[in-house]
């Protein structure tokens, strides 16, 4: 069975071939909104893990 993360971080690894990639995912949520139109907004970033 997969464990389940409790962090805001999420990391992702691309592999083609020798090549490989990898980020880090960070999502936000904003709630409680002042309109309805936005009752639950989530942000993604990808950012480089291996620089």
């Known amino acids: 069975m997969a464990r389940k993360s409790q962090t805001a971080v999420l990391p992702i690894t691309f592999i ?3 090549e490989r990639i990898s980020y880090f995912s960070m999502i936000s949520t904003v709630g409680l909104p002042q309109d309805i139109t936005a009752q ?6 990808m950012f480089p893990a291996e620089i």
């Open 16 to 18: 083609r071939g020798s």
């Open 40 to 45: 639950e907004f989530r942000i993604e970033c």
